[in-house]
């Protein structure tokens, strides 16, 4: 063996490649030649440079560009599936199954909604809704498994207050199935035993039974532990003094990620790159930053206005611990551009519960698209006397309303008084904490520009939208707004120089008037009021948060 | 392959573009790093890219699934960068590479040279960036498959379409050329 067999045995070796004989030999080299070592080492610092080159993002108008090219091919002829097409299985973990970490990072879901149709709640006949349901059932789960959206049918923007809470550690055991094969993902959801209402009521669907359930199903009765991916599911939903029967099929996350991705690229909306100096994620990554130092105030000037806020508070290790994690996607954009991914969004019936929110970042896990978020109420909640208000509250409310049980033998369903009281004592949602898939809006240096004529327009347009503004909800956004300027003090020594635009500008922040908007569905219309930014920034959140639930969304339990 | 893909290809066989932007969201950086390397431009990478993702599409039908969809893929994309090069008579070395050819200069490597940490990793990766693009295309794509992808020699000859003695060859040869050219930036690590 010359010199270059053996340097090329080295690389080989060092490749692993090599066969045992070949091994048995390197080895034997490897011992006696120091030379051989010193190969092998050279090797093995080549292989660390060109590992260690940077990793380049692709153009962000790559996906825009191949989508438009392929959706142009779409409207001719599609290809069709090869008759030999063969595609094999394959024993590794789905993306998704090992993405993100954590279990609610990983197995958090999104809905598909779809409205299959509505009644008059006067018309409320179950029969009759049974008979429908399951036409339509019929009608429409083809489509949805083809991935088509059903494009007679309206998309849905529920509010969570008609949908409750989703508790992530209720999805702890979902598995993976394949959306493309959600037949066999529903008959594995029906063969769970326990299926009581809605599973009962979804089990008779598919099986042809001509049975009257006793009580059809809202959200909140679907029991998740049965819930799996690809799991298609019928429920009841009653807002509007409409009773709508919705049906929903539960994709994971990763796929609504991608997917949103996609969306965004096609609205030339790019994602943030890791290294981006500007924008969200280095505020963020100042919100981190300040998270992991506990509540420590920091004394750049530069401070994003959310982690200002975040330090006026203090975090507390137990709350870091129990903060939810929320896979997320970071981008920057336009009213316009945003605009038109909601609505393509909204198209898409990607999401229940399309609603802007205000949070604060806690802290971000880039690498995991997660996030912790809180929000911007919290510090109330922290004082004692509020605490204790809210607690007495909620157990009033536990008191006075019917258990579970007693609700759902109530048949037929009119509008309970549970639900009068629970919307009764509804607070706006910024006293509420992510419990859904909702859509975070931030403004960027909020209440600086806004004008008159645009603060007048947006309080008609409230008025207008929210007739029924319950005074909880402005009482509860005065206390919000008191908190925020004694906040806004605090960070005047910080930043004398922002400090009376910011002064100024409070009465009239967007973010003051943004916050009486309450959780009914109204996702788009707020949106299209966001004039006076420059531009807004979204976080989009999949997941659902822990065990943390409202009185006004909490079906009470005894 | 990846059952998610092979579900998205199906999706996509099925008429829903969408699924089909999932693929690209999910790959396009990885495909795009890979060629920057292997083709050694950014400009050419991107076009590449482009291309493979669209040829995928027209060609899904013919996907058989014995190979990863990303193999598929960038089997793909090298052609197509291939065939375009011969097709434009472009220069294979970027600019980067011809300065590179002209000569690495030694004193940018020397310590005294280095103001700080951050730039000498900076420098270090210009140079291991342009001796890379001073190799031949051939040996450029192995060891840029088998370094930055992390792929077996079996699965570099499926997608550049040559025997595995090839691979393993034109491996100890292009580390032999990055070796000469990275000789001094060795030393220091020495």
């Not at chain 1, 001719?76 to 063969?86: F, T, Y």
């Not at chain 1, 149709?117 to 029969?127: A, P, Q």
């Not at chain 1, 809202?218 to 532990?225: E, G, L, S, V």
């Not at chain 1, 004529?453 to 939208?465: L, S, T």
Request: proline fraction near 4%; charge should be positive.
């Amino acid at each position: 063996m010359n010199d270059q067999e053996q340097k090329q045995l080295l690389s080989a070796y060092f490749d692993n490649e090599v066969t045992p004989e070949e091994r048995a030999k390197v080895e034997d080299l490897l011992e006696s030649s120091i030379d051989a070592r010193q190969t092998l080492e050279e090797i093995s610092q080549l292989a660390e440079f060109i590992r260690s080159l940077p990793k380049e993002a692709a153009p962000e108008t790559l996906a825009s560009t191949v989508m438009q090219q392929a959706e142009r091919e779409m409207s001719l002829p599609l290809p069709s599936v090869a008759n030999n097409a063969s595609p094999s299985a394959t024993n590794s973990k789905p993306f998704w199954l090992v993405w993100g970490g954590g279990l609610l990072a990983t197995v958090a879901m999104l809905f598909v909604a779809t409205r299959l149709f509505h009644v008059n709640e006067s018309e409320n006949n179950y029969t009759e809704l049974t008979a429908m349901a399951k036409k339509s059932y019929a009608d429409v789960t083809d489509e949805l498994v083809l991935g088509k959206e059903a494009s007679s049918l309206q998309p849905v923007i529920k509010s969570e207050e008609s949908f409750g809470p989703l508790a992530s550690n209720e999805l702890k055991d979902f598995k993976a199935l394949s959306l493309s094969n959600n037949s066999t993902a529903m008959s594995r959801f029906k063969s769970k035993k326990g299926g009581e209402g809605f599973n009962r009521w979804a089990r008779n669907l598919n099986e042809g039974k001509e049975s009257k359930p006793s009580s059809p199903a809202n959200f909140r009765d679907i029991n998740w532990d049965e819930v799996q991916i690809g799991s298609v599911l019928i429920y009841n939903d009653k807002s509007g003094g409409q009773i709508a029967v919705v049906e929903v099929t539960v994709v994971d996350v990763q796929k609504g990620l991608e997917t949103m991705q996609m969306l965004l690229a096609r609205n030339d909306i790019p994602k943030m790159a890791r290294n981006q100096k500007i924008g969200l994620q280095k505020k963020v990554r100042r919100g981190k930053t300040f998270f992991e130092n506990n509540g420590k105030q920091s004394k750049s000037k530069q401070t994003w206005d959310a982690t200002k806020e975040n330090a006026d508070r203090i975090i507390t290790q137990e709350e870091q611990k129990t903060a939810p994690r929320h896979p997320a996607l970071f981008v920057e954009t336009s009213k316009t551009q945003l605009a038109a991914t909601l609505t393509a969004l909204q198209k898409r019936e990607l999401f229940i519960d399309l609603q802007p929110q205000f949070a604060q970042v806690a802290s971000v896990d880039v690498k995991n698209q997660s996030a912790n978020l809180m929000f911007s109420l919290q510090p109330q909640l922290k004082d004692k006397e509020t605490s204790q208000t809210e607690k007495k509250r909620r157990k009033e409310i536990r008191n006075k309303v019917p258990s579970k049980e007693e609700s759902t033998d109530n048949a037929p369903h009119k509008k309970s008084d549970l639900q009068k009281l629970l919307k009764k004592d509804a607070k706006p949602f910024l006293v509420q904490r992510i419990n859904s898939y909702q859509m975070l809006v931030q403004m960027e240096k909020p209440g600086r520009s806004i004008s008159e004529k645009d603060q007048n327009d947006y309080y008609r347009h409230i008025k207008e939208i929210l007739p029924s503004l319950s005074d909880n909800v402005k009482e509860s956004n005065k206390k919000f707004n008191q908190a925020k300027g004694q906040k806004k003090r605090k960070v005047k020594k910080d930043d004398e120089e922002e400090d009376d635009k910011k002064t100024s500008s409070q009465k009239n922040s967007p973010h003051k008037l943004y916050s009486a908007i309450p959780q009914n569905g109204l996702a788009i219309n707020p949106l299209r009021r966001l004039r006076v930014s420059q531009s807004v920034r979204v976080l989009f959140v999949f997941s659902k948060k822990k065990n943390r639930v409202n009185a006004a969304s909490k079906a009470p339990r005894k | 392959m990846n059952t998610d893909d092979r579900q998205l290809i199906e999706e996509c066989l099925n008429g829903c573009s969408e699924a089909f932007g999932c693929l690209v969201v999910r790959y396009q950086d990885r495909l795009y790093n890979t060629l920057v390397r292997a083709l050694g431009s950014a400009d050419e990478a991107a076009e590449a890219a482009q291309e493979a993702f669209v040829q995928a599409f027209q060609k899904l039908n013919t996907f058989r699934g014995d190979s990863s969809f990303y193999s598929w893929l960038f089997r793909i994309a090298m052609n197509s960068a291939m065939s375009a090069k011969r097709k434009n008579k472009r220069m294979t070395a970027s600019t980067d590479a011809a300065r590179e050819q002209a000569g690495v200069e030694p004193e940018d490597i020397h310590p005294s040279a280095q103001p700080s940490s951050a730039m000498e990793i900076r420098e270090q990766q210009q140079l291991v960036q342009n001796a890379l693009a001073a190799l031949s295309e051939d040996f450029r794509s192995v060891i840029v498959l088998k370094e930055i992808e992390g792929m077996r020699y079996e699965e570099i000859a499926e997608i550049l379409e040559c025997p595995i003695g090839t691979v393993r060859s034109r491996i100890f040869r292009a580390r032999s050329e990055l070796k000469e050219k990275l000789k001094l930036l060795l030393k220091e690590q020495v």
